[in-house]
């Protein structure tokens, strides 16, 4: 240990840049784009700092134009697989040994190099692989990721720094150790930020990673790790392997040495991992933990007192940015009758403003959906909704002839059970249930009730003593609540981001209770006098 007790520098959260006409962020970030869409990488696995390629490959395309090639990349075979395991566990006792104000000064150098050298490369990345607008990249690859870097080493620290209490002649401590074996860390295509801080936020806790990127985040996801070993990471201490998710399973989930297993993706997949490893649980070397963030049904439900344009805003915003592509994503909306005849005109209104399209275009508010099978699936609930008696399509529509377009999608549920409002869909769809006014009780329990999700809600009203009656009938409802605002857009430091029933463990990404689940805590008591007789004076009796 070093000869001082090092204050951390300070976390506050990244500046959101604007990209307005000239500005210097907008011009980086176009030539980027640009120099990008003229390479094709090919990107390796790397594992112990050293670059494999296989036999296996897959292309990157733009899901904005799918017949344009990004890249490719190799697959992980068993071979791969096993050496990642291998190496990770190699690198862990020097990583774990290595001094904490080490370690975070690596992820803190990843940091600035994101925020400053890497913010246009990494955007780019983003905006090109997995069509996110500037936008949305700026606030995902380049802040929110940023951001989880910085917070999660001064959630590190304040850990570190929380020591029990010691009575006269004993000092106690507390030692908090990374976990037994290696982290599984299994990232999702939506968010570059989420892939960096499943593996990174154990590794600040010393832990060491093996790191399976979804296979349509390759690219950004990539660029990402390039920068981590600019920053000074060790060799071994995140791998990086992209592979197939029955290898996955099979091979790293099952292995007697996973100590930990850190997730966001499908509801599915992790119910899948959740009994793999019960089913395994005589075989690990430790209880692996196992976090996860997954799916979510997410709402916003008004009451009649609320203010129409900020709800249609939060709709409209909430539902449509980034495709629908987000955890927190809006899908359901729950409207008194009352005000449903204004908002379906508002929300019409501002729907037709809304232009989709390759994001080189900054004019775009939307672009594609990630790929062919997300495409196709969601217009599975598009074609359903046209001919269904339960339900009308108020507007939407569909065309992937050049790109994995879906244009914003509107549905009128007639019953509060009908599919699409209570089924995960995963794009710009969003289905609006109309309640009576005088079954606003009632409604507040079906949204609580209608689906197996508790990720995020919103509730707009201006009663005050409505809020609080709609606060309380929906605690269960969601881990991010909103009052009056869109249910999207947490932020690292501000909104821990999590939830509970079939969304997650609810183990708050972006907090210190994240970091709490990376560690192995040590109790250590240190007597300076010990006694030297086993009696006690209650022995002496007379």
Known sequence: MSNG?????????EPVLNYAPGSTEKKLVKAELERQSKLVLDIPLIIGGKEYRTSTKRKIVMPHNHKHVLAEFSIASVKEIELAKKTALEAKET?????FEHRASIFLKAAELISTKYRAQINAATMLGQSKTIYQAEIDSACELVDFLRFNVSFAEEIYKSQP??????WNRMEYRPLDGFVAAVSPFNFTAIGANLCSCPAIMGNTVVW?????????????????MEAGLPDGVINFLPCSGVDAGKHIIGDPEMGGFHFTGSTAVFK????????????YRAYPRLVGETGG?????????????????AMVRGSFEYQGQKCSAASRAFIPRSMFPDVKRRLMEEIAKIKVGDVSDFTNFMSA????????????????????KDAELLCGGYDGSVGYFIQPTVILAKKADYRSMHEEIFGPVLTIFVYEDEDFDKTLKICDEGAAYALTGALFAKDREVIVHMEKALRQAAGNFYINDKPTGAVVGQQPFGGARASGTNDKAGSILNLFRWISPRTIKETFNPPTSFEYPFMQEK
């Open 165 to 170: 209490q010691s009575s006269a002649g004993v």
């Open 297 to 313: 049904k997410d709402f916003i439900f008004a009451h009649k007192s609320a203010a129409l344009e900020p709800l249609v805003t």
């Open 95 to 99: 990583w774990a040994n290595m001094p």
């Open 5 to 13: 007790f090092f204050m951390m520098p300070k976390a506050v959260n």
């Open 212 to 228: 399976k990127p979804a296979m349509t985040a390759v690219l950004s996801n990539y660029y990402v790790m390039k920068v981590f």
């Open 272 to 283: 899948t991992i959740w009994e793999q490893v019960g089913r395994n649980i005589n075989n």
């Open 369 to 388: 959906v990630i790929d062919e099978a997300s495409f196709k699936n969601i217009c599975s609930y598009i074609d359903e909704a046209k001919t269904a």
